[in-house]
């Protein structure tokens, strides 16, 4: 069923009864060409992807709850390209374009909105650093503009701009960057892979793999064995425990990350800001929640609720910035599992098992990256090759030199 | 989360920055044969469980001491603190050292 205002209109006029399902329900074949494990935001493009771009055939994705539970339902729905080294930036720019074009894409309204991302500098230095990623963000077809104090006052009149400690002195603006409604994504890549007739089949628990020779065969799962000639792991978060029932060990650890939204107010922050003098970034939904967040609790952890010191340093820095926060009451906080990878860059990946494939370590910059993930992923799944764009993206990576570290924090996954 | 410190008692995890698994305090030794190798995985890949993880903290706004926690990665419950020299001393020595 394409959706159009034509469509609603009718259906508006005859009691909304026309509406289905948007993905089926489908049992579980004995076996498929390709097998994606994991039906978050990644997953379910891989799927799109693999059916629509390259022709793949007899796709299941296999999910253990429901599709969209995890992290592309836990996140702060801001899209972005302004990484600043060569092995990210074409690829989180391949991705933002590929997020303009999404809602015609997928004939389903994904609410993209580039309501534009202000990072602020509050030193020399960090205005230094800020035009150098601005260049290098121009350089890869991305945008970039730097204002002073007195462009960011024209913006957002009510930061704290005169600070004793972290004065604002300007800001880098990338003007495409912004917020997507981020279930929305899922369901909507959900709703075009089953119209291409992948299976996706929740409460299905990946518990083994069947490998043979150095080559695997398929997945054992809560509903059965389910065979497979390629199978695609893309479970962020979980990526260790379910990389270990292959025998694999990854260059990742899971942290949580925890978020934040107000009670609802009138429209104020009409894009998305970061602070540079503490980790808070901060933007406002639709509905008029103020959308925020900071850093990771910095301790390893499954569990997905954060400790309050985290919660206290966030708001903290959020009202050294947006003074007027401290009228606004917070209406829900919640945690997501990152894969912190050891260089805070993403994996690509064949792994050294036949017919498996690997798409984690996003860090907390997974959703962002949905559209090109999935895009990538299902290149090396149908070609055997990395996608041109994402060459960069190996688990072997540490072993040949060639780290992707933004922040050049070393092997120090909380730090990224 | 509160770590029960061998020494001071129950401090307050604020006090405590984190570096990460225990293991790391198993150095590889450096002459080995595929040192190449064991410094790679000592470095970079991590057993990363869901469950009793033992990690490594240090108490930067107290005594400075490296402790070894025990907790898990789950609930964030903490079962067991020890110090890091105690468990270090405690390994057996590689057999080049011996």
New interface residues.
């Given amino acids: 069923m394409r959706y159009s205002a034509l469509r609603l209109i009718k259906e508006s006029l005859t009691g909304h009864k026309g509406w289905r399902p948007q993905w089926r329900d489908p049992a579980p074949q004995s076996a498929y060409d390709y097998v994606i494990i994991g039906g978050g935001g990644h997953g379910l493009a891989t799927a799109y992807y693999l059916a629509k771009e390259f022709g793949g055939a007899r796709i299941a994705v296999l999910e253990k709850g429901w599709i969209g539970g995890g992290n592309v339902g836990r996140n702060t729905t801001i899209v972005r390209s302004n990484y600043l080294l060569d092995g990210n930036e074409p690829f989180y720019e391949m991705s933002l374009k590929m997020w303009e074009n999404l809602e015609q894409d997928l004939n389903y309204n994904a609410m993209v909105s580039q309501r534009g991302i202000l990072n602020l500098v509050h030193t020399d230095a960090q205005r230094d650093a800020a035009r150098r990623r601005g260049n290098a963000m121009i350089l890869n077809g991305s945008d970039a503009e730097h204002l002073d104090t007195d462009g960011v006052r024209a913006m957002y009149p009510f930061l704290n701009f005169d600070d004793a400690r972290f004065p604002i002195k300007g800001g880098l603006l990338h003007r495409r960057g912004g917020t997507v409604r981020h279930d929305a994504v899922a369901w909507g890549y959900a709703r075009g892979a089953d119209m291409r007739g992948v299976d996706i089949i929740q409460n299905c628990e990946v518990t083994g793999f069947r490998i043979e020779g150095g080559k695997c065969l398929g997945v054992e799962t809560s509903r059965g064995f389910i065979g497979a000639k390629k199978v695609g792991v893309s479970v962020a978060g979980?990526s260790?425990?379910v990389m270990?029932l292959a025998g694999m060990?990854?260059?990742?650890?899971?942290h949580v990350l925890q978020a934040f939204v107000s009670e609802g107010l009138k429209p104020f922050i009409p894009g998305v800001i970061t602070y540079g003098a503490g980790h808070f970034y901060c933007s406002q939904s639709d509905k008029g929640g103020l959308v925020f967040g900071g850093d990771i609790d910095?301790?390893?952890?499954?569990?997905q609720r954060g400790?309050l010191?985290v919660v206290e340093d966030v708001i903290e820095s959020g009202m050294s910035l947006i003074p007027a926060l401290g009228r606004a009451r917070l209406l829900r906080s919640w945690g997501g599992i990152m894969d912190m990878s050891?260089d805070g860059s993403p994996y690509i990946d064949k792994t050294h098992i036949d017919g498996l494939y690997f798409n984690g370590g996003w860090c907390y910059g997974g959703f962002k990256a949905t559209p090109a993930a999935g895009y990538c992923f299902a290149h090396l799944l149908k070609t055997d090759r990395p996608h041109d764009i994402a060459t960069a993206y190996r688990l072997d990576r540490?072993?040949t030199g060639h780290m992707i570290d933004e922040k050049g924090q070393g092997?120090?996954?909380?730090l990224h | 989360m509160i770590i029960n410190h061998p020494l001071l008692g129950p401090r307050d995890a604020q006090e405590f920055t984190y570096l990460g698994d225990a293991s790391l305090i198993n150095r590889p030794y450096w002459l080995s044969e595929n040192a190449l190798r064991e410094f790679h995985d000592y470095l970079y890949l991590r057993d990363n469980p869901a469950g009793k993880h033992r990690e490594l903290w240090f108490h930067e706004q107290g005594d400075r001491s490296w402790l070894v926690v025990t907790r898990n990665t789950v609930t964030h419950e903490i079962t067991k603190v020890e110090l890091a020299r105690d468990v270090a001393k405690a390994r057996p020595k590689p057999e080049v050292l011996q």
């Fill in positions: 979980n260790s425990r270990a060990r990854l260059p990742i650890e899971s910095m301790y390893n952890s499954y569990a400790n010191p050891m540490f072993m092997a120090q996954p909380n």
